[in-house]
Every structure is written in C-alpha cells, then in structure tokens.
Nanobody
Framework: QVQLVESGGGLVQAGASLRLSCAAS????????MGWFRQAPGKEREFVAA????????YYTDSVKGRFTISRDNAKNTVYLQMNNLKPEDTAVYYC?????????????????????WGQGTQVTVSS
C-alpha cells in the first residue's frame, strides 16, 4: 500500500514556474513507476508525465515537452514535477500516481487506468 500526498500548487501568472512534489509513504517507493496527471474543470483526467523506476526514463505529453520536467528522489520517497513557462491552459488539479506493476515495457504509462494509487491532488491556476 502506498499513500501519496501532493504539494506545491498555487496561483501564478503566465510565464511563471512551479514545482510540485509528491511524497510517498512505504518502503517500496523506489520500485514504483510514477506519473503525473491533471484534470481541468469539465474535462477528463489527462496524462502529463511519467518516470520509470528501473532506469529513470521519462515520458511527456506533447503540450508540456520542453517546459515540464519529472524527476524522483528515492531517498526522499518523492517525485517532482518542475513546471516552467506556465500557460493558462495548464490550469488544473494535478495528481500524482503510482504504478505497482508496470511490466517490462510499460506501454500504458499514459493511461490513468494503469495506476494503482493516487494522491488527493493539488490545484494549479495560471492567470493570463
């Protein structure tokens, strides 16, 4: 069982930066593949970024490539999402998620149904 707690959200102007953190409980955090998703009002929850536990490989949705960076610190049981050059369309509740058993190739890293554990979310609001 893993419990996830996000923090770092807030209200910023377009062009600003934020760093989200997701602190995980449990001794097996280093074995979980981790993802960030977001959900805007009236929209489906969508994939933002993911990072593998085995080799640190990262994945991003096209709209955030070059602006967002996902990273993890296994010693601190924490995964981060550094968000630069924020845009109003980035406004959403951001969730981190843990995948307990992703398999060899992790082909479904962008699917919310792939993940076993979710945090409660943190609000990010970007004003124009």
């Amino acid at each position: 069982q893993v419990q996830l707690v996000e923090s770092g959200g807030g209200l910023v102007q377009a062009g600003a930066s934020l760093r989200l953190s997701c602190a995980a409980s449990g001794r097996t955090f280093s074995t979980y593949d981790m993802g960030w998703f977001r959900q805007a009002p009236g929209k489906e929850r969508e994939f933002v970024a993911a990072i593998r536990s085995s080799d640190g490989r990262t994945y991003y949705t096209d709209s955030v490539k070059g602006r967002f960076t996902i990273s993890r610190d296994n010693a601190k049981n924490t995964v981060y999402l550094q968000m630069n050059n924020l845009k109003p369309e980035d406004t959403a509740v951001y969730y981190c998620a843990a995948d307990r058993d992703s398999g060899i190739y992790w082909v479904n890293f962008a699917s919310r149904y792939e993940y076993d554990y979710w945090g409660q979310g943190t609000q990010v609001t970007v004003s124009s």
